[in-house]
């Protein structure tokens, strides 16, 4: 069975500070993972998708890393904001795209 | 681009009504959808993956007369939750995706539906 754990699971700081999420899962044969932000009581916003033969992806502040034999992704938030606040959630992707959804890191930016 | 639309966005309504959830892909065509569940305070959880013109493969756990599944287009599902009971309260998440199978393009979410049962 996946199981993927997401660390922290709460994390707040002040504006401005880099941020790193974690995220782990059990089987590592995924197809790609996918990083999401999720906003209270919203849907998913795909923030980065990367593929399994990659090491990183990169999107503007955003950086995730992928070491797929360790089973093991990062999240890496550079210079966080007020609006960064939200919910991460982590989904490796295996056969068939299934996603298996980590818990999340609730993540509080304060002003 | 690749805008996933649901509605409705909420809804309340008594135990043993039957409710309808619809998923539209606005600007491209979703040969692949899938519906999630998503209980308070928990991480989302896979229920059904749709390919368009073909029955739903349903997750372990699911039940597939409780939940039905029609994927009739290529821009629309929908996820009937049949005589519904407060343990079916929840917050169902529609994803789609272009490409059948194994492909490896991401998958478009929408914005979800939160399901109150009285």
């Known amino acids: 069975k996946q199981e993927v754990t997401q660390i922290p699971a709460a994390l707040s700081v002040p504006e401005g500070e880099n941020l790193v999420l974690n995220c782990s899962f059990t089987?590592?044969?995924?197809?790609?993972l996918q990083w999401f932000r999720q906003d209270p009581g919203k849907g998913l916003t795909s923030l980065l998708l990367?593929?399994?033969?990659?090491r990183e992806q990169t999107s503007g502040r955003l950086n995730a890393s992928l070491d797929k034999s360790s089973g093991r992704s990062t999240l890496y938030i550079a210079a966080s904001q007020p609006g960064d606040s939200a919910t991460y959630l982590c989904?490796?992707?295996?056969?068939?795209?299934?996603?298996?959804f980590g818990s999340g890191t609730k993540l509080n930016v304060k002003p | 681009g690749a805008v996933v639309s649901q509605h409705p966005s909420w809804v309340i309504c008594k135990s043993g009504t039957s409710v309808k959830i619809e998923c539209r892909s606005l600007?491209?065509?979703?040969?692949?959808m899938f519906w999630y569940r998503q209980f308070p305070k928990q991480s989302l959880m896979l229920m059904a993956t749709?390919?368009?013109?073909?029955?739903?493969?349903?997750e372990q756990g699911v039940e597939k007369d409780k939940f039905l599944i029609n994927h009739a287009s290529l821009t629309l599902s929908t996820l009937t939750v049949t005589s519904a009971h407060p343990e079916d309260s929840s917050f169902y998440i529609c994803?789609?995706?272009?490409?059948?199978?194994?492909?490896?393009?991401?998958?478009?979410f929408g914005d979800g539906t939160r399901l109150s049962i009285l």
């Open positions: 749709s390919n368009e013109g073909s029955k739903a493969t349903y």
């Open positions: 990367i593929q399994s033969s990659q």
């Open positions: 989904a490796p992707c295996y056969n068939f795209n299934k996603f298996y």
């Open positions: 600007d491209f065509q979703a040969t692949t």
């Open positions: 089987d590592s044969a995924i197809y790609n």
């Open positions: 994803s789609a995706r272009l490409g059948a199978g194994d492909s490896n393009q991401p998958q478009h």
